[in-house]
T-cell receptor
Framework: RKEVEQDPGPFNVPEGATVAFNCTYS??????FFWYRQDCRKEPKLLMS???SGNEDGRFTAQLNRASQYISLLIRDSKLSDSATYLC????????????FGDGTTLTVKP | EAGVVQSPRYKIIEKKQPVAFWCNPI?????LYWYLQNLGQGPELLIR????????DSQLPKDRFSAERLKGVDSTLKIQPAELGDSAVYLC??????????FGPGTRLTVT
């Protein structure tokens, strides 16, 4: 079993839809969590950090459930430009601890 | 603020040849990472530096891969000799200690 697992998708949704992705992690010692976005043939770019209390940035909401060991990303009112692969990242250990990436979930938003 | 710089962007070599990749991190970022990414997969860590010290190289295939970060700033990753299975994108990232990582554009390596 991989340390970080994501549903690869693809998720195909119409514009304006709400879509949610989950990411599960196996190491209970994991301490920090992030969502990255990666466009085709580009590098990953930080989308948002995931805080214990949850956090929201415009149409994007991230949640952390430590008891069940998963993080989620909710995208509301999907735009065509949201089409990308979304990678979750789990950091284990203290400062600069090991980062493990999921394999990503692919989202395609259609007109 | 300038981002992470990598060169070359693309490299095509024949198997058994050596190849080197260079990375210059964001100024002030003491942590530097080298990742390998295959199509359809997430980045996999090869090595992580804190300043000039390699603090995690457990996933680096040391028989053919080597890396250095002599002055704690830029870094070089080398493969010698390259194998067909090394074809991938090699990503460099940097961060301030314990914070989010910023990636360079990557080097796309093709081994023929």
């Amino acid at each position: 079993r991989k340390e970080v697992e994501q549903d690869p998708g693809p998720f195909n949704v119409p514009e304006g839809a709400t879509v949610a992705f989950n990411c599960t992690y196996s190491n209970s010692a994991s301490q920090s969590f992030f969502w990255y976005r990666q466009d085709c043939r580009k590098e990953p770019k930080l989308l948002m950090s995931v805080y214990s209390s949850g956090n929201e940035d415009g149409r994007f909401t991230a949640q952390l459930n430590r008891a069940s060991q998963y993080i989620s990303l909710l995208i509301r009112d999907s735009k065509l430009s949201d089409s990308a692969t979304y990678l979750c990242v789990v950091n284990r250990g203290g400062n600069a601890g090991k980062s493990t990436f999921g394999d990503g979930t692919t989202l395609t938003v259609k007109p | 603020e300038a981002g992470v710089v990598q060169s070359p962007r693309y490299k095509i070599i024949e198997k058994k040849q050596p190849v080197a990749f260079w990375c210059n991190p964001i100024s002030g970022h003491n942590t530097l990472y080298w990742y390998l990414q295959n199509l359809g997969q997430g980045p996999e860590l090869l090595i992580r530096y804190e300043n000039e010290e390699a603090v995690d190289d457990s996933q680096l295939p040391k028989d053919r891969f080597s890396a250095e970060r002599l002055k704690g700033v830029d870094s070089t990753l080398k493969i010698q000799p390259a194998e067909l299975g090394d074809s991938a994108v090699y990503l460099c990232a940097s961060s301030r200690q314990g914070t989010e990582q910023y990636f360079g554009p990557g080097t796309r390596l093709t081994v023929t």
